[in-house]
């Protein structure tokens, strides 16, 4: 059974630090790339960061240099580093998992809340 379980949300001002958590099982992790959405009511979910199973990575333009995806293998773990946070960071974030050889399958965690608010 696939399961992905996000953690590490919470409130955080303006301007500061959080990690989030994606802990994985039930599929070859190693072999599946791995992202990070987010969606706040009233706006469509944006893909965040994305790692390959090669560990090439993406970033929105909103969030390059702020913001740093990576994974661990060994664990079946990914993380995001957020940093600079700003208000509108304020959202929803998920975890999802899509196998490299076929792109229209696609696992998701229920996600954790990041509140940006002073």
């Known amino acids: 059974q696939v399961q992905l379980v996000e953690s590490g949300g919470g409130l955080v001002q303006p301007g500061g630090s959080l990690r989030l958590s994606c802990a994985a099982s039930?599929?070859?992790?190693?072999?599946?790339?791995m992202s990070w959405y987010r969606q706040n009511p009233g706006r469509e979910r944006e893909q965040v960061a994305a790692?390959?199973?090669?560990?090439?990575?993406y970033y929105a333009d909103s969030v390059k240099g702020r913001f740093t995806i990576s994974r661990d293998n060994a664990k079946n773990m990914v993380y995001l580093q957020m940093t600079s946070l700003k208000p509108e960071a304020t959202a929803v974030y998920s975890c999802?998992?899509?196998?490299?050889?076929?792109?229209?399958?696609?696992?998701w965690g229920k996600g954790t809340l990041v509140t940006v608010s002073s």
């Open positions: 790692i390959g199973a090669g560990a090439g990575t």
């Open positions: 039930g599929f070859p992790f190693g072999t599946y790339a």
């Open positions: 999802q998992a899509r196998p490299v050889s076929d792109p229209l399958v696609d696992y």
